[in-house]
């Protein structure tokens, strides 16, 4: 059973570009918010994984007939930590588009 992302008001923490977590989705966690980072870099998606094991990953995926992709979580987590990690970028733009990294970017932050 699966829902979109949910309006969560005071409870929740959107981390955009979430790098390996630190220092704001980890703290938001440490706060009690559920959270929601969005990470599109599997060096930095592995980094997260690694620093926030009790995360869970999330794929983003096209729905058929949608010009945009669409992000579903469990509407009953596994995690009793609410830390969802979402293997997306975010832009103000609709639809998937190429995402350039730099070479020198990704891995843990200091």
């Known amino acids: 059973d699966t829902q979109q992302l949910p309006r969560f008001g005071r409870r ?8 390996d977590g630190y220092p704001y989705s980890i703290q938001a966690h440490a706060a009690g918010l ?3 980072s969005f990470e599109p870099t599997p060096v930095n ?7 926030s094991p009790h995360a869970e ?16 979580v469990p509407r009953h ?5 609410r830390v ?3 293997k997306a970028g975010v832009s103000d733009k609709n ?12 891995g843990p932050s200091a």
């Open 95 to 106: 639809g998937i588009m190429a995402f350039y990294a730099s070479p020198c970017a990704g």
């Open 45 to 51: 998606q592995a980094s997260f994984l690694l620093r």
């Open 77 to 81: 987590s596994t995690s009793d930590n």
């Open 84 to 86: 969802f990690l979402i």
């Open 12 to 19: 929740g923490f959107m981390d955009i570009g979430a790098n």
């Open 34 to 36: 559920t959270v929601y």
């Open 57 to 72: 990953p999330v794929e983003a995926s096209m729905a058929r007939g949608l010009q945009r992709p669409t992000v579903v």
